[in-house]
């Protein structure tokens, strides 16, 4: 039980400090202007700073007490086999499309109903430059319905044991602070091997691309099976940086 335990605490807080690590990444290079996709925004740092750290304590305090409610032990395998790569990966396949098709129709509800997205969803579209701590800048009520709940679903339908949970959730978190880093760096392995990286989440942060790109955080297969799917090509801008030109 005290494994258990501890693997549970280590899947809620290691998440948390993968997130502010991997921002701080971005921030640690100084200027990225050659990169950056866009250069305007609506709200202050400092405000998205308390925003992530009262959303990230929210969070964690529900997410303990789901570990314990959900359960999972490696749905009755032994320890051995559910922390074996072959499981663990598929596990991973799981909870990745779960997720995903739980953000995407979650996202886009929040986007079409008036009333969710005036009172709700536009707190994070406030954020029209996303950058990396930013990405969880959200309503309590939204952050509750995108994470806490898909997070469960993705948890107990993939059937991963907590310390499996610790591995995709830290990448699930990477991930989507990469997709809100606000810029492009040459050589980055999730614009190479995802096609929803941070130029195709700023497409959807432009005052215009609020209809579409309402994949996240992996693929972008329910926006083509939706028909809410926005090509863009990369340009750079003469002052500096890319820009996200659509078609």
């Given at each position: 039980m005290?494994l258990a ?6 899947a809620?807080?290691i998440?948390i400090v993968?997130?502010?690590?991997y921002?701080?990444f971005?921030?640690s ?6 990169y950056r996709?866009h250069?305007?925004n609506?709200?202050?740092?400092a ?5 992530v750290?009262?959303?990230?304590t ?10 314990r409610?959900?359960g999972?032990?490696?749905?009755g395998?032994?320890?051995s086999?559910?922390?074996?790569i072959?499981v663990?990966?598929g596990q991973f396949i799981?909870?990745m499309?779960v997720?995903?098709t739980?953000q ?6 929040f ?5 969710l ?5 536009s707190?994070?579209h406030k954020l029209?430059v996303?950058?990396a ?7 309590p009520l939204?952050a509750?319905?995108f ?5 469960a ?7 991963m044991s ?5 591995y995709f959730?830290s990448?699930?978190t990477i991930k989507?602070?990469?997709d809100h880093?606000g810029?492009w760096?040459?050589?980055n392995?999730?614009?190479?091997f995802?096609n929803?990286n941070?130029a195709?989440?700023?497409v959807?942060?432009y005052?215009y691309g609020?209809?579409y790109?309402f ?11 939706m028909?809410?799917?926005m ?13 996200a030109?659509t078609?």
């Amino acid at each position: 039980m005290a494994l258990a335990i501890s693997d549970e605490l280590l899947a809620t807080f290691i998440p948390i400090v993968v997130y502010w690590i991997y921002s701080a990444f971005y921030m640690s290079f100084g200027s990225f202007d050659n990169y950056r996709l866009h250069s305007k925004n609506l709200v202050s740092k400092a405000n998205v700073i308390k925003n992530v750290l009262f959303q990230q304590t929210i969070q964690s305090t529900l997410a303990i007490v789901l570990y314990r409610v959900i359960g999972n032990e490696g749905g009755g395998a032994s320890k051995s086999q559910s922390n074996s790569i072959t499981v663990m990966a598929g596990q991973f396949i799981i909870a990745m499309f779960v997720s995903d098709t739980w953000q995407y129709f979650m996202h886009r509800y929040f986007h079409h109903n008036k009333f969710l997205y005036r009172h709700f969803h536009s707190h994070h579209h406030k954020l029209v430059v996303p950058y990396a701590f930013g990405a969880i800048y959200n309503h309590p009520l939204e952050a509750f319905v995108f994470d806490i709940i898909g997070g469960a679903l993705s948890y107990s339908i993939s059937g991963m044991s907590p310390r499996t949970s610790m591995y995709f959730f830290s990448f699930a978190t990477i991930k989507s602070v990469d997709d809100h880093c606000g810029v492009w760096l040459p050589g980055n392995l999730f614009h190479i091997f995802f096609n929803n990286n941070s130029a195709y989440h700023d497409v959807h942060h432009y005052l215009y691309g609020g209809k579409y790109n309402f994949s996240q955080p992996f693929f972008v297969m329910w926006d083509r099976i939706m028909g809410t799917y926005m090509p863009y090509s990369l340009e750079k801008r003469a002052e500096g940086g890319f820009e996200a030109k659509t078609y």
